[in-house]
């Protein structure tokens, strides 16, 4: 229609109009920038005539005056020479300047040219925030090759560590040989088998789990002498107190049973209790003896921790023993189970909580039960899955 090939006309009209004013602009900057070619060219001009005249002046100092005598000429030559340099390094200084100067508004009336004429090329006004400025790219070059130097230098540091972790693995290797072969060697001085060789590490395991039983050991011997001088000394108070003639039968050796403690504790007894100097040295020696109970039976609950603490680190160093046997394949462990007798139970039910598992089946034969004496006739035994974790937290 009529409207819309008017509207066209105008468009292009006015994308003309656009056009040749870019011309124009571009014409104006062609000549600007030839304007400073020629500038440039004069300025190269009158530098390398500045520099003819410098050569000339240099070679005429360098021959002197021939009126002069030698040592003079030398001396003046000299002098002349620093003082034309210093001078002359101090207009180049300023020169330097000034062409880093120009250079800098150069490179800007460039930066500012390409982008016109990559909004003229393309018609969008937004171009400069899309594309890539000259001095951008460059930085991003930079940055591009820093960033292949430390790769390079990340590479290095990888194939030095690869070759470290290589020099482990193989120093690894060569000292399990030499424990191999000192295992062979032990083995063969202390007549061991030669198909089943002695561990050096399993002996060391036994050795310290036997020396810390045989201290535990020397505890209790050292309790029990106590416990017999205690009794001993009661039986000799007993034994004088009947030949003396005493026939008080209120009266305290220092070892009491329950049926005596509930006696003499009773109500009715208390309440007939005379307030006299006897019974008061009979309550101060029940106290006593109270309090003596009361200290073995926590030297015997001390005991008892301290062996459990063994037993726990014990049974830590034998799991930790076939999980390395498991890893290098030697052994195959499928499930960790711990038979308890029936009379340690209700001690594990105390001190553990776990979900515990009643077998309906006896022990085996080949099983290793201490105290066996102790365990009740149907023999029925606790099949516990504990770790030794819940084994040292139950022995503290």
């Known amino acids: 229609t009529l409207p819309e090939i008017q ?4 468009t292009l009209s006015q994308w ?17 920038c030839q304007q400073e070619r020629d500038q440039y060219k004069l300025m190269a001009n009158q530098l390398r005539e500045h520099h003819q005249g410098l050569k000339k002046k240099y070679r005429e100092l360098i021959d002197g005056d021939p009126s002069l005598p030698p040592e003079k000429r030398n001396q003046v ?8 340099a ?3 390094g101090k207009q180049l200084a300023e020169e330097v300047k000034e062409l880093n100067q120009r250079l800098a508004e150069a490179q800007g009336d460039n930066k500012l040219l390409r982008m016109t004429i990559t909004r003229q090329r393309l018609g969008d006004e937004e171009v400069g925030a899309r594309h890539f400025p000259a001095h951008e790219r460059e930085d991003l070059v930079h940055q591009l090759e820093k960033a292949g130097l430390q790769m390079e230098e990340l590479e290095n540091s990888v194939k030095a560590l690869t070759d470290e972790l290589e020099d482990v693995k193989a120093e690894r290797g060569v000292f399990s040989e030499k424990a191999e072969r000192l295992n062979l060697e032990l083995n063969h001085i202390l007549g061991g088998h030669e198909t089943r060789i002695i561990d050096v590490d399993a002996l060391c395991m036994e050795n310290r789990y036997l020396h810390e039983r045989f201290n535990q050991v020397q505890e209790e011997v050292n309790l029990l002498k106590s416990n017999i001088m205690k009794y001993k000394t009661a039986l000799e108070r007993r034994k004088s107190s009947k030949l003396s003639g005493k026939s008080n039968s209120s009266a305290l050796t220092g070892v009491l049973s329950a049926k005596q403690v509930q006696e003499l504790l009773s109500e009715e007894q208390g309440c ?7 019974s008061i040295s009979d309550l101060k020696s029940l106290a006593t003896a109270l309090l003596e109970t009361i200290h073995e039976k926590n030297l015997v609950i001390q005991h008892q921790r301290h062996t459990n603490r063994i037993l726990g680190n014990r049974v830590a160093e034998l799991e930790r023993k076939l999980k390395t046997l498991e890893v290098s ?6 499930v960790c189970v711990l038979y308890i007798p029936p009379f340690l139970a209700h001690a594990f039910h105390c001190v553990m909580p776990v979900q ?6 006896k022990l085996p034969s080949h099983t290793h039960r201490p105290n066996a004496t102790s365990i009740p006739a149907q023999g029925h035994s606790l099949c516990i899955h504990v770790t030794c974790w819940d084994l040292l937290t139950c022995c503290t």
Do not use: F, M
């Open 86 to 88: 210093r001078e002359r």
């Open 7 to 10: 509207t066209c006309h105008y």
């Open 272 to 278: 007939s209790l005379p307030a006299t100097p006897q």
């Open 16 to 32: 003309e109009q656009y056009k040749k004013e870019a011309l124009l602009i571009l014409s104006k900057e062609l000549d600007t």
């Open 77 to 84: 030559n000299l002098a002349q020479l620093l003082r034309n």
């Open 329 to 334: 394949g030697l052994w195959s462990l499928p």
């Open 356 to 361: 515990t598992l009643v077998s309906s089946q």
